[in-house]
């Protein structure tokens, strides 16, 4: 089997609503998602999504992945994709660094895996622990009562894990928000609450001193010496997402007894492959970790959460899906859906999320294998 076409799409996603993260310094109204559809000379079709979440969030944006289409997925013309390894290593020789542009590709490599070998990814990635994912909310920052209303939301639709999204510029607007969630927290409810690099070290310190939350603390600062710092004088456990992107990353926070646990995200460690070898490390050395995406439609949602199923329990947190938070749902029915709280993952061969071609997408370049 060989790789025979490369198509590229770009489409826009406009959020149902504005969401603010970093305590509202960051704001985000719509997303930027590229999707890539892999074709082989056997008929067979992959598919992946990458999408960074907006432009602010991670050293990442939409036009970043494009661009770099133009050298990955030449490097994949005529190549056999069931040989991944060999493919990511290809993608790292012809462009070094820039693993969220190569994300794409590689969930398409998986999907066509899964559909040659008539496997589901949850099985390629280990088999499946457990019958259902758990879910968990993400609760936009705003006042104390809004956000406790955001969390009353989130649980009359099955969802018992709240990442509540701190990390203002104001320390005792942080502790009222903290507060006030622990205040209505009810005894099934877990709480963790994602400052996304907001906070100093020093305003970190004092808040999570201030305050007596159950749950975990997550990406308080900026970079993981500054969460190494705050780790050794708060009590709290603590959580990295954004300043572990390449396994080296990985590696040394947990040299640091920087964290307890992690986000695992495809799209912001370069992929499936590259998430795997960090979900299998975060199992070997003990970590908690919520394994989903960065963002983007259920087709992103599905591939990480593929790969949530086949993670022993006890390292598996609750997982968050971004495709409830978009105005349109262009596979709907489709992938891993919200059902009290839960979800199913497809059973089918490869991802199990098909677009369809009713989309109105804009058409970017296309690369062909030459005859
Ligand atoms: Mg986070």
Known sequence: MKVSRVAVWQKTLPLAKPYWLSGGRLKFEALD??????ETDEGLSGWGEGCPWGHTYLPAFGGGIRAAMEVL?????GRDPRHIEALNRTMDVALPGHLYAKAPLDTALWDLLGQSTGLPLHALFGGAEGEVVALNSSISTGTPEEMVASIEAARAAGYRTHSAKVGGREPALDIARIDAIEAARQAADFVTY???RAWTPAVAVE????VSASGWFEQPCETLDQCIQVRRLT?????LDECLQSFQDHLDAWKAGACEGIKVKPNRVGGLTKVKRVRDFGVSVG?????????GTVLADTAALHLALATPEENRLASWLCHPHLADDPMPGQGARNDGGLAELPAVPGLGVTPGPRLAWRVGRRLRLAA
């Not at 997925?73 to 013309?77: D, G, M, N, Y």
């Not at 808040?207 to 201030?210: F, R, T």
């Not at 970590?287 to 963002?295: K, L």
């Open 33 to 38: 998602s590229t999707f890539v559809r892999l």
């Open 73 to 77: 997925a030449p490097a994949l013309l």
């Open 235 to 239: 009590r709290q456990p603590i959580m």
């Open 207 to 210: 808040v999570m001193n201030a």
């Open 194 to 196: 994602d400052i996304n």
């Open 287 to 295: 970590w908690r970790m919520h394994i989903e995406d960065v963002g």
